[in-house]
């Protein structure tokens, strides 16, 4: 009892003081932080009362475990500085500082009263996460503290979350009709923890009144979070339908324009992700201040590296094997084994983290339950861009012309006065470093191994041929495609049958329609 007495006083403490204007004193700081937990809770009534700056700011500092009490001192120390909570300013810390206690009742008193002061921030955006934060965490015993902060409200987003956090917090109330109310309010959530708290309560509830409330706003709010999973599901598949794009765009100039099976594609992209690591330990080392924009220098390079590695491979290997795919299949398959066991030489077996930038962390939030992360967002435009950059460089320059003609005729183009050994080296070397693209865009959405390769090397052969083989176009539409297909499986079948019955979908249609999603047109495809 005694401590719900106390409790009592907090909450009240904070609803009608947080606008005073008396300042933290060492006392009032040192009382919270020593003490039994019934004195030190008294002491934090007191304080919130205040709601001044400095109060806040020693609050989150007691939270977040970074204050030390010396003598009569108490200091907030954070990276080795002291700093004392009354004044602000700087000051040494001593050798014999203890750090401050904290159980659990008085860390959920902390979080009470940090919910307090950010309810009546003049900031909209903190006092909405505070909203969120108490609707995640309802507790009945700031229903009080609710409802003072919803009559000062005047932001009617917030006003929304305030008035749902205390249908939350009344969600556990011993009446059932606040119970009753608490679940029409919840009614109009859209929120995913609301579906949480809903369900719990449904498996402990007893009135049939308020049973029968609580599935109708149960089912009131998974309709309305539908939607978001929808999108959700369609960005997932989008995104992954971006990366086999990116995995496939270089493949459908080595394959499907060269003939060249090349089953050392997934390690040129493994290059161009090692290429940005690489890139990146540089600039931790030598430019800490622009690591930021360590990426801006890694896609070039990446680019770079693949297309050097896929140079070499093409004079020194392939320009002995065109016209025979099952010799370059084998040549290739070598050469991939070389290359991953050279990168655990130099790398070692184990993966390697490569960091996002700042400006690539986070997410976009559309809806409630819809969050686009900004690193799969910025990949899907990077893929957009570099397929545009092909098509333009295939099908406007002078060098895009070449090789259309020397694959599609190499003696007459010979005979026009064509370098059909310089053409293939170049069309190589550029699949290859659309490769490293690749890479270098993978790098940022999972961890860089020597096996990163294999894990779309089917997948991309996959793409190509069902687009149909030397057709862009078709890359395009069956990299979008089978990302989706396979997201939306995934939810009905799981992420193993999903991947069987995509498989055995190409299977049936390579079948009906050899030449893939798009045909071939010209001599060529007579050839």
């Known amino acids: 009892m005694k401590r719900w007495i106390v409790k009592g006083a907090l909450i009240a403490s904070a609803v009608w003081g947080l606008t005073a204007a008396q300042a933290l004193t060492i006392q009032e700081a040192r ?73 659990n009742r008085l ?51 917030v006003k929304s979350l305030v008035r749902q956090a205390r249908a939350a917090a009344l969600l556990g109330s011993s009446v059932a009709h606040d119970r009753l109310l608490a679940a029409q309010e919840l009614a109009a959530s ?11 309560r449904m498996a402990e509830e007893e009135d049939p009144a308020v049973k029968k409330q609580i599935q109708t706003a149960l089912a009131t709010v998974q309709q309305s979070l539908r939607w978001g999973e929808r999108l959700g599901t369609l960005f997932t598949g989008a995104s992954l339908g971006s990366i086999l794009l990116l995995v496939a765009l270089g493949l459908a100039i080595t394959y499907g324009l060269m003939g060249v099976i090349n089953m050392a594609h997934g390690e040129l992209m493994m290059i161009g992700a090692y290429a940005t690591y690489v890139v990146q330990v540089l600039f931790r080392q030598y430019l800490p201040g622009a690591f930021d924009w360590y990426l801006l220098a890694a896609v070039p390079l990446a680019f770079l590296s693949s297309a050097l590695v896929g140079a070499v491979m093409e004079r020194t290997v392939l320009k002995h094997l065109y016209g025979r795919p099952l010799e370059t299949l084998l040549a ?20 390697v983290g490569v ?35 092909m098509a333009l460089l295939i099908g406007k320059t002078r060098l895009g012309l070449f090789v259309r003609g020397v694959t599609q005729n190499r003696p007459m183009a010979s005979c026009m006065g064509v370098n059909t050994a310089r053409i293939d080296t170049y069309a190589f ?54 990302g989706l297909v396979n997201k939306l499986l995934e939810g009905w079948t799981g992420a193993v049958l999903a991947k069987i019955c995509v498989l055995v979908f190409i299977i049936i249609f390579i079948q009906k329609r050899p030449q893939g999603i798009f045909a071939m047109k010209g001599r060529s495809a007579e050839a």
Request: charge should be negative; hydrophobic fraction near 45%; charged fraction near 15%.
């Open 31 to 103: 009382g919270i932080a020593v003490g039994d937990s019934d004195a030190r809770v008294q002491a934090l009534a007191q304080v919130v009362a205040q709601g001044d700056e400095k109060t806040a700011v020693y609050l989150q500092a007691l939270s977040d475990d970074v204050v030390k009490i010396s003598k009569d001192q108490v200091i907030m120390v954070r990276d080795g500085q002291g700093t004392d909570p009354v004044t602000g300013q700087s000051v040494p810390v001593p050798d014999d500082a203890e750090d401050v206690m904290l159980n």
């Open 332 to 351: 290739t398959w070598g050469i991939s084994l070389v290359l991953m066991q050279g990168v655990r030489s130099l790398f070692g077996a184990q993966n």
């Open 355 to 389: 960091e996002n930038p700042s400006w690539m962390s986070g997410s976009l939030a559309l809806l409630p339950n819809l969050q686009l992360p900004w690193n799969r967002l910025i990949i899907v435009a990077f893929a957009a861009a570099v397929l545009v950059g």
């Open 107 to 157: 860390r959920g008193e902390l979080d009470t009263a940090l919910a307090a002061l950010k309810l009546f921030s003049p900031d909209v955006k903190v006092r909405r996460l505070a909203a969120l934060s108490l609707l995640k965490e309802p507790d009945a015993s700031r229903a009080p503290l609710l409802n003072k902060a919803l009559d000062a409200e005047q932001d009617e987003t």
């Open 429 to 482: 070397a550029l699949g290859s470093g659309i490769a490293g693209l690749a890479g270098c865009a993978l790098s940022q959405v999972g961890n860089v191994g020597p096996d990163l390769g294999q894990s779309y090397i089917v997948d991309s052969f996959m793409v190509v041929v069902l687009g149909g083989v030397g057709q862009l176009a078709g890359t395009v539409y069956a990299a979008l495609g089978l």
């Open 190 to 200: 859209q929120q995913p923890e609301t579906l949480l708290l809903l369900n719990q």
